[in-house]
């Protein structure tokens, strides 16, 4: 059987996919084939370079948590 990740766009979705992502990887679910669109490309692409990212504090948390705080920090 083949397992595909088809991650979405939409914003802080990404963040989100991130965790469903380690979550996925911990329980040792590992894709055959990943697609995405928009931020799920991003995410997507960080996965197919090394699905070992996401079970570690991986470069997607180091974005993902740079973007947020950007966002919420006053200008």
Request: include cysteine; hydrophobic fraction near 45%; glycine fraction near 14%.
């Amino acid at each position: 059987m083949t397992t595909a990740f088809v991650l979405g766009g939409g914003g802080l979705l990404g963040a989100h996919e991130v965790g469903m992502l380690r979550a996925l990887a911990e329980a040792g679910i590992q894709p055959d084939l990943v697609v995405g669109t928009s931020v799920g490309a991003i995410n997507g692409a960080f996965v197919a370079a090394d699905p070992a990212t996401c079970t570690r504090s991986s470069h997607c948390d180091a974005c993902w948590t740079a973007r947020c705080l950007a966002a919420t920090s006053p200008t």
